[in-house]
């Protein structure tokens, strides 16, 4: 039988700061301290340990700041939403005018005979929206808005908010929910 051969040594790469301890721990292992490898690569462990002690308590300041972190991102994420939500309802608002002129045109193109839309039209449903919402999407500012609502009547306010959104949609002040709710 053929004599076993050992398996060649591997080469592996070592970050610069680690080189001599990693000769240090093959001298030993060439040498068959076993024990004071084992205590070595201990000793390694301990240092890599103290070094990057985190502090994952509830008040610790690396916690609050993530937390603040995941507070703006929410906030961010939740304006976008709100700002898409306005986006849409004025593209929709553009399609039907577009629709109207297309019917329109058909209809006068073929006298007297009319054509029904190919589809069927969806309406966006416009939800409750807070002072803050309502103000970005009417473009003024918060305190504006309170302002608007406070020195005008119902009727009034109605009419200036009409005026200033983009679908031409009435917002009313409803002080029991304390939301503004579209009024078509």
Do not use: C
Request: no cysteine; proline share 5%; net charge positive.
């Amino acid at each position: 039988m053929a004599e076993q051969k050992s398996p060649p040594s591997e080469m592996i790469r070592v970050p610069v700061p680690l080189i001599g301890v990693v000769r240090r721990l093959s001298k030993l292992h060439r040498q068959g301290h076993t024990i004071a490898l084992l205590q070595a690569l201990e000793e390694l462990l301990g240092e890599f340990d103290s070094k990057n002690d985190i502090d994952v308590t509830a008040g610790s300041k690396s916690v609050k700041q993530l937390e603040q972190k995941l507070l703006k991102l929410e906030s961010h994420l939740a304006d976008q939403g709100s700002s898409m939500e306005t986006k849409l309802e004025a593209i929709t608002k553009k399609l039907e005018l577009i629709e109207r002129a297309i019917a329109s045109a058909r209809l006068g193109n073929n006298k007297g005979r009319r054509q029904a839309y190919p589809y069927q039209q969806t309406q966006v449903e416009l939800q409750p929206r807070t002072n803050e919402s309502l103000a970005r999407r009417l473009g003024v500012s918060p305190q504006g808005l309170a302002a608007e609502r406070e020195n005008n009547s119902a009727k009034e306010f109605l009419s200036w908010s009409r005026n200033r959104d983009p679908m031409s949609v009435a917002w009313e002040w409803n002080a029991s929910d304390r939301l503004y709710h579209p009024q078509r």
